[in-house]
């Protein structure tokens, strides 16, 4: 297994428990606190519970969608069990040492260069490879580049920053999405509900350098959504370190497999920010795997229709929210009305994605 990230620790445990001998390559030296708000839909939880993982969150209630300028909601949507706000790091946390417990072992530390015939190259010395590679090392690991090395990117016309606001009171248990033209701010709570989790999008022509590590000027950000209403404004300026990254649109990539390498999670098919689905294809694809790693080309065959059809939706919703004229007029006034009449209709149409269960 290359990666321990959440995909890669997933399917880890996933296969140690049914008997497997795993080995977990990670190229950092020790599994930091890092990464920040992550949402678990039920589509992901049942893996989750499945693996028998408990992961500390807070139950997501409602997605409430707001009008940026003005602050009025459009809609506020409940939402039913399985929904779940979770800190990266605890998820994390939680998979290595239910992974850790059933036998899995992780060489941290060691940054795979390459793939070759029954090694990995590694910046510490080769690695023997026996038995089948799992590639959970992102889009720019070594599984990647062996399996699908013609594979590029487009950037899509948009940044984002994260960021994580301390509160001085309990933030609703909902995710609040708050959308203006060309651009929109996703919000909600961590762990005691004082932490604020920040994501916002903003549509520009300069390309930004695609990854989690580049630092900006909060002011930057703060500029960004000056014409949102109030409330958000002042929260914007109690962020005191934001990090910047380049939305890239990967799709799905044109092989999954192969020799004995096969790609799980962002390896396979990152999937931008805007359906909140990355861990939880992620968490889909160990499992499913984990159940198929003899097959893996029938694997891929059953699991890309489902996957295609996430990154589709995912995009759809960047249009979505960042409506501009008579159309952002109109999908305005149908989601207050929906908002009065059947403020659940609009999700009934995510059923195929959250009503999916890989463990059965």
Known sequence: MLGAGIAGLACALALARQGRPVRV?????????????????PNGARVLDALGVDVPHIASEALHLVDGPSGRTLLRAPLGPGFRLVHRADLVGALAASASAAGVRLAAGRRVLAIRP?????????????????????????????????????????????????????????????????????????????????????????????????????????????????????????VGTVYLWGLMDHGATARWHRDDVTLIGDAAHPTLPFLAQGANLAL????TLSRSLDDPEGWERRRRPRVERALEAAAANARRYHLAGPRRLAAHAALRLANRTAPGLPLRGYRWLYDHDATR
Do not use: C, K
Request: charged content about 20%; aromatic content about 6%; cysteine-free.
């Open 284 to 287: 889909e694809d160990a499992w």
């Open 25 to 41: 390559v990670e190229q950092a030296a020790r599994l930091a606190e890092v990464g920040a708000g992550i949402q678990i839909a």
């Open 118 to 238: 029954g090694a990995l190259v590694t910046d510490r010395g080769p690695i023997p490879a026996a038995g089948r590679i799992v590639g959970a090392d992102g889009v720019h690991g070594a599984a990647r580049a062996h399996v699908a090395p013609e594979h590029a990117p487009r950037f899509t016309g948009q940044v984002a920053w994260r960021a994580l606001v301390p509160l001085a009171m309990p933030w609703p248990h909902e995710a609040q999405v708050h959308v203006g033209r060309g651009r929109h701010i996703v919000l909600y709570p961590l762990r005691d509900g004082l932490t604020l989790n920040v994501v916002a999008v903003e549509e520009r022509a300069a390309w930004a350098a695609e990854g989690w590590s580049q630092r900006d000027d909060p002011a930057n950000l703060r500029h960004a959504f000056r014409s949102f209403a109030e409330p958000v404004r002042a929260l914007l300026q109690r």
